[in-house]
Each structure stands twice: as structure tokens, then as C-alpha cells.
């Protein structure tokens, strides 16, 4: 039982390269989050999804976009990458709404955009 | 929007000692969880709470969620090196799917 696991675990990109940061669960979690983390910022909510097929916006989606084509999968996108994406990128599932339910974390992805 | 704070920021104490992180809002929450993440991890959920007043024992630590569900504090007994990490609050809200973090309080346990 992996859990939540995400790759790459590190990647360096020039202003402008797209790339796609992989989460996979396999708790059967209908729920699945996308943070990024920032000194003296917490976790700032990306994009989440509810249900396969399902995405909606977080607190911070300028410049991401997301897929949950599988229910054990979910994508985050970067199009056009740009240096105040360098940040570290964690990748969460919960069984239901996470007001009373654990969010499981991955290891997370730590991203630097030269 | 909903904001958690959290005090103190950073906070460096010595094997042995008590200490008490508190993470405040203006805003009512349905829920309040803490995490614990270590260098090159993922956070880890410690404890959630969720009626106003409740306090959840954990060990040495003690959570205690507020009378209005606006506030939250964390304290723990006699720190070992082994509580060395970054403690994060979470509100959650019945009306949303969403989790909102606070930013965190940084404790060095020294031996």
C-alpha cells in the first residue's frame, strides 16, 4: 500500500517550458488536492477534484491546469512556466469532505523555474 | 477570505520544556486539524476537532479547539527532539470540499 505518491521528486525548468507533475493514490480516494507550499505562506490550495471527470479551481490557478481522467490519478499542468512557480507541490487524497476526513500527503514535488 | 494565523512563527526550545502554538481566525470554523511535517515529507495529521471547547490528548500534546470554533491551540508537555518540525493548522467548512492552512509554526526541539 504506497499511498499517495508523486513524481518527479525534483525537476528544473526555463521560464516558458511546460511539464506535467504526476499524483497517483490507491486508497480509492474520491477526493484529491494539488498544493503548493511557500515559506512563511502554509499550503495554498491549487486546483481539487470531487470525483473522476470532476476539477475545480483553488485559492491560487493562474497558470495551472489539472486532469483527473482515472479516479487514482491526478494531473497538474504547467503550460508556460514562469519563475514565481518555483515552490514545492504536494499532492493530496481524502476519502470525503475534508472538513472531517485526513488528507493523505505525498511526498512532494520541488520545482525551480530559471 | 478566511484566514488562520499562527503564533509563533518560529519558536526554539530546549529538550524538556512546555510550549503552546496557537492558530487564530476571524472566521467560524466547522473544523480545526493539525498536521506535523518533517524536512522532505508530506504533512501528517495529528488530530481533528470539531465541536467548539473540545480538547483531544495525543500523547504529550493536547489540542484544544475554542468555545466560538474561531481558534485553536496546540501544547505540549515536556518536548523531546523527536516534536522537531513544521505544525500546521487547517479550518475546514462544511459548505466547502476545501481545507484552509495556516502558515505555520517552526519548532527546533534541542537536545
Known amino acids: 500500500n504506497a499511498g499517495v505518491t508523486q513524481t518527479p521528486k525534483f525537476r528544473v525548468l526555463k521560464t516558458g517550458q511546460s511539464m506535467t507533475l504526476l499524483c497517483a493514490q490507491d486508497?480509492?480516494?474520491?477526493?484529491m488536492y494539488w498544493y503548493r507550499q511557500d515559506p512563511g505562506m502554509g499550503l495554498r490550495l491549487i486546483h481539487y477534484?470531487?470525483?473522476?471527470?470532476?476539477?475545480a479551481k483553488g485559492e491560487v490557478p493562474d497558470g495551472y491546469n489539472v486532469s483527473r481522467l482515472k479516479k487514482q490519478n491526478f494531473l497538474l499542468g504547467l503550460e508556460s512556466a514562469a519563475p514565481s512557480q518555483t515552490s514545492v507541490y504536494f499532492c493530496?487524497?481524502?476519502?470525503?469532505?475534508?472538513?472531517?476526513?485526513?488528507?493523505?500527503f505525498g511526498p512532494g514535488t520541488r520545482l525551480t523555474v530559471l | 477570505t478566511q484566514l488562520l494565523e499562527q503564533s509563533p512563527q518560529f519558536l526554539s526550545i530546549q529538550e524538556g520544556e512546555n510550549l503552546t502554538v496557537y492558530c487564530n481566525s476571524s472566521?467560524?470554523?466547522?473544523?480545526l486539524q493539525w498536521y506535523r511535517q518533517e524536512p522532505g515529507e508530506g504533512p501528517v495529521l495529528l488530530v481533528t476537532?470539531?465541536?467548539?471547547?473540545e480538547v483531544k490528548k495525543l500523547k504529550r500534546l493536547t489540542f484544544q479547539f475554542g468555545d466560538a470554533r474561531k481558534d485553536s491551540s496546540l501544547h505540549i508537555t515536556a518536548a523531546q527532539p523527536g516534536d522537531t518540525g513544521l505544525y500546521l493548522c487547517?479550518?475546514?467548512?462544511?459548505?466547502?470540499?476545501?481545507?484552509?492552512f495556516g502558515s505555520g509554526t517552526r519548532l527546533l526541539v534541542r537536545p
Open positions: 493530496a487524497s481524502s476519502y470525503g469532505l475534508a472538513a472531517y476526513n485526513e488528507q493523505f
Open positions: 486508497m480509492n480516494h474520491e477526493y
Open positions: 477534484s470531487v470525483g473522476e471527470g470532476t476539477t
Open positions: 472566521s467560524v470554523f466547522s473544523s
Open positions: 476537532v470539531v465541536t467548539g471547547g
Open positions: 487547517a479550518g475546514g467548512m462544511d459548505s466547502s470540499y476545501k481545507l484552509i
